[in-house]
Nanobody, 122 residues
């Protein structure tokens, strides 16, 4: 099974940018669709964006559309989340997840990373 490790989180100011990375090991990430989810304190985990195995299809939550971009480099076994024009409400732990079919529901993904914290100050 694939193992996922997120990186790139940290502290950013409102209006700033961060790029998160999701690195895969044990299996080629090119075999999987990958989603990004986030969970803020006291809130449920929510869908952010997802990309299919080839990169030809991507979905975005309305709250991040036009600000966040998901991409992948299967040769490097990596998936990226470029986050621009960050807002304080983007503060959360961000998780990448993988499975065979692209989906917007957390329960449809079997493989998860441990998450990376993103904090946006106003």
């Amino acid at each position: 099974q694939v193992q996922l490790i997120e990186s790139g989180g940290g502290l950013a100011q409102a209006g700033g940018s961060l790029r998160l990375s999701c690195a895969a090991s044990r299996r080629a990430i090119g075999e999987y669709a990958v989603g990004w989810f986030r969970q803020a304190p006291g809130k449920e985990r929510e869908f952010v964006t997802a990309i299919n195995w080839s990169g030809g299809t991507a979905y975005y939550a309305d709250s991040v559309k036009g600000r966040f971009t998901i991409s992948r480099d299967n040769a490097k076994n990596m998936v990226y989340l470029q986050m621009n024009t960050l807002k304080p409400e983007d503060t959360a732990v961000y998780y990448c997840a993988a499975d065979l079919v692209i989906a917007k529901v957390a329960g449809d993904y079997r493989y998860w990373g441990l998450g990376t914290q993103v904090t946006v100050s106003s």
